[in-house]
């Protein structure tokens, strides 16, 4: 059957939304679990906590690997997709901003 050895490529964009997503739920549970509490990195009166915060108090092993997981499958996206335009399996880029814009993603 033809074009199936290339079929799979879509759920690289798709594990790297799913853990990020899945991480941020997550870290926003955590907190609201622990009362939604103040970090000390956080100014005055600033009542919701920005996920760096979240992630530096307790979370760190999550943050990181989540991050480094949603990293890996994006940049593989990036190049697969890449790989699939000069092989000619998906459409080429048409004008040179277009292939600029492709290079630097």
Known sequence: MAGTEFSFFWILP???ASVWLGMLLAMFIDWEVLG????????QGQRIAYISDVGAEGLKPLFIAGCCVTTVFLDLSFAVERWLRHSGRLARNTGTVERAFSGLS
């Open 36 to 43: 939604s509490p103040a970090y000390p990195s956080m100014e």
């Open 14 to 16: 798709l594990i790297s």
